[in-house]
C-alpha cells in the first residue's frame, strides 16, 4: 500500500493556501507534515482524508481495498475529539468500535492501554482535554485501519500520554501502517519523512519559487 | 452490533438522557395543547371542530423544536467527519438518525395524543383515527426536517432558517394530516382518501429526504 500525491494544491476561502506538494509513503512510513500557522498542515490532511477537495493536482492509493477510498482505510484524528458529553468513557469508544465496524469486545482492553480504564463508567463530560485526546486515540487502536491522519495528535497530552502515543505509532508502523502527522514538535519516530509547507506558498514569484511548476497549476485552476 | 444500529443507539440514549431534547418535544407539544382550551373557552363543538388542526400544529413545531441539533451538535464535535470516514453510506447514516429523532421525539407526542385529546373534546373512538394520521404523518415532517437540518449545519444560529426552510415544505402534510384526522373526529368527509394521500407523502419523504440531506451535507462539509 502506499499513498501518492503529486502537485496537490488547496484553495480555502479564495485564498490559494498551498500548491506544489508531492509526497510518497509507503507502509511502515510516517510522514511529518510542518508549517507555520495557517500554512495549511489541517488542510492538507483534510484533503487526504477526503472532507474537502483539492483545488488542483491528484491523489491516489496503490495498493489497499480497492472497493475503499482512502478515507474509508484512515482515521482522522482531528482538533476535535469526538467525544459526546452525555455517554460514558465506554459508550463513547464502544459507538466508534461497533460503528467502523470492529469487535467492540476489545473496548475495555483499549480503554486500559490508553489508560483510561479505571474511568470507564464516568460520563464523558467530565473529561479533561487530555483523557477526551486519549479516548479519542483509542479509536484509532480499538479499530484496525492502515493510514493515520493526526492533526498536532500530542497537543493536549502529558508526558506520560506522549509516550504511550509514540508507542501506538511504533507499533502501528512495525504493523505495516502508514502514518501522515501535522506537528509543530518532533514526532519521536526514527525514519520520518518531513514535508514542510512553508516552501509551498503559491505566491507569484518567479526565480526562485521552490514549488516547481506550481504556478502554472494554481494559475490552470482559479477561475 | 452493525454501524447503523450503533448510531441508531446511541443517537437515542443522548436523546433521552440530560439535555438531549427528547422531553423538551413532548412537553411543548402538552403545554400548547393545554393553553388552548383555555384561550379559546368552554365551547365544546368548537373546540371538536378545531382539534385536529391545533394537534397537528403542535406537533408540526414540537418536531421542530430538537431538530437543528440533529446534524449541528456532530458537526461541532468532529462525529460528522469520523461519520463520514466510516463505511456506511451517508444516506443511510442520516435515515438512521433520522429514525432515531422520530423514535425519541414523535414517539412519545403520539402516546401523549389521546389523553391530551380529551381536552379538546376529541373523544376516545375518534382519538384512534387522530392517533393513526400522527402515527403515519410524523415520519414524514422528520425526513423533511433533517433536510433543512443539513442545510443550516454549519450556521451558528441554524434553526430560525431551518424552521423558514422546512415549514414551508411540510404544508402538504399538514393539510392531508388535518384532513384526515378532521374526517375521523367528525366527520362526514371520508377517511380514506385523505390519510392514502398522507401515507404516499410520508413515501415519498423517506426516499427523498435522505437522499437530499446527504447531498446537503456534502456540500456543508468542505
Not at chain 1, 114 to 121: D, E, F, R, T
Not at chain 1, 132 to 138: D, H, Q, V, Y
Not at chain 2, 67 to 79: I, K, P, V, Y
Request: proline letters at 6%; aromatic letters at 6%.
Amino acid at each position: 500500500m502506499r499513498v501518492n500525491a503529486v502537485d496537490l494544491a488547496c484553495r480555502r476561502g479564495g485564498r490559494d493556501v498551498f500548491a506544489g506538494v508531492s509526497f510518497q509513503l509507503a507502509r511502515g512510513e510516517a510522514l511529518a507534515v510542518t508549517g507555520r500557522n495557517g500554512a495549511g498542515k489541517s488542510s492538507l490532511l483534510r484533503i487526504i482524508g477526503g472532507f474537502i477537495r483539492p483545488a488542483g493536482g491528484r491523489l491516489w492509493l496503490d495498493g489497499g481495498d480497492p472497493e475503499l477510498s482512502i478515507a474509508e482505510q484512515a482515521h482522522y484524528l482531528g482538533h476535535q475529539d469526538a467525544v459526546k458529553p452525555s455517554l460514558s468513557v465506554a459508550e463513547n469508544l464502544h459507538f466508534w468500535t461497533a460503528f467502523f465496524g470492529a469487535d467492540a469486545r476489545k473496548v475495555q482492553d483499549t480503554l486500559e492501554r490508553v489508560g483510561l480504564g479505571a474511568i470507564a463508567a464516568l460520563p464523558a463530560a467530565y473529561l479533561s482535554a487530555g483523557q477526551r485526546r486519549r479516548l479519542s486515540i483509542g479509536r484509532l487502536l480499538a479499530v484496525k485501519r492502515p493510514i493515520w491522519l493526526l492533526d498536532e495528535p500530542s497537543s493536549t497530552l502529558d508526558a506520560a500520554g506522549r509516550d504511550r502515543l509514540t508507542d501506538f505509532m511504533k507499533s502501528h508502523l512495525a504493523g505495516g501502517g502508514l502514518i501522515l502527522a501535522a506537528t509543530h514538535g518532533a514526532l519521536g519516530l526514527s525514519g520520518t519523512q518531513e514535508l514542510s509547507l512553508d516552501q509551498k506558498i503559491p505566491l507569484p514569484v518567479s526565480g526562485d519559487n521552490l514549488g516547481g511548476g506550481s504556478e502554472a497549476k494554481v494559475g490552470a485552476v482559479t477561475p | 452490533m452493525t454501524p447503523l444500529s450503533a448510531l441508531l443507539v446511541r443517537d437515542m440514549r443522548i436523546a433521552i438522557r440530560v439535555g438531549g431534547g427528547a422531553l423538551i418535544g413532548v412537553l411543548f407539544f402538552v403545554v400548547v395543547v393545554t393553553l388552548t382550551p383555555f384561550a379559546i373557552g368552554p365551547d365544546l363543538a368548537l373546540l371538536k371542530r378545531i382539534g385536529p388542526a391545533i394537534l397537528w400544529l403542535a406537533a408540526l413545531l414540537a418536531s421542530l423544536l430538537a431538530l437543528d441539533r440533529l446534524f449541528a451538535s456532530d458537526h461541532e464535535d468532529g462525529s460528522l467527519d469520523l461519520i463520514l470516514t466510516g463505511r456506511a453510506p451517508l444516506e443511510l447514516v442520516i435515515a438512521a438518525k433520522g429514525l432515531a429523532h422520530w423514535l425519541t421525539t414523535a414517539v412519545p407526542l403520539i402516546v401523549a395524543a389521546p389523553l391530551i385529546g380529551l381536552l379538546l373534546n376529541i373523544e376516545p373512538p375518534a382519538q384512534a383515527g387522530l392517533v393513526l394520521t400522527l402515527l403515519v404523518g410524523t415520519p414524514a415532517l422528520t425526513f423533511i426536517g433533517i433536510v433543512g437540518a443539513a442545510i443550516a449545519v454549519t450556521l451558528r444560529r441554524g434553526g430560525l432558517l431551518l424552521a423558514i426552510i422546512v415549514l414551508p415544505l411540510t404544508v402538504p402534510v399538514l393539510i392531508f394530516g388535518v384532513a384526515a384526522a378532521n374526517a375521523a373526529v367528525a366527520g362526514p368527509a371520508p377517511f380514506g382518501t385523505p390519510f392514502t394521500v398522507l401515507c404516499a407523502l410520508t413515501l415519498a419523504s423517506l426516499v427523498i429526504g435522505p437522499f437530499a440531506a446527504a447531498a446537503a451535507l456534502r456540500l456543508d462539509i468542505e
